[in-house]
């Protein structure tokens, strides 16, 4: 079950969990800057393969029909030019 915060939005519990255990790790880290920045590394690595991986799939779908990804590149240049 998802905990809802102050201002609204949902906080998955796994990320709730990861945060408490990372304020643990971190009051007895003597490097709590390179603690925090490779945590905040980890988070970005992997919503960035979330947010990609719809693409990814879309983009093998259109390649198994046949179209060429350049056409398709060429496109949406074409797209965001506009």
């Known amino acids: ?33 390179l603690l925090w920045q490779q945590f905040r590394d980890v988070v970005v ?13 879309a983009l093998e779908d259109l390649e198994r029909r046949g179209l060429s990804l350049e056409v398709v590149a060429r496109v949406i240049h074409d797209r965001l030019g506009e």
């Open 45 to 57: 690595a992997y919503t960035k393969e979330l947010e990609e991986a719809p693409v990814r799939d």
């Open 1 to 33: 079950m998802a905990v809802q915060n102050t201002a609204g939005s949902v906080i998955d519990p796994l990320a709730e969990q990861a945060a408490t255990l990372l304020a643990k790790a971190m009051v007895s880290s003597h490097d709590r800057e």
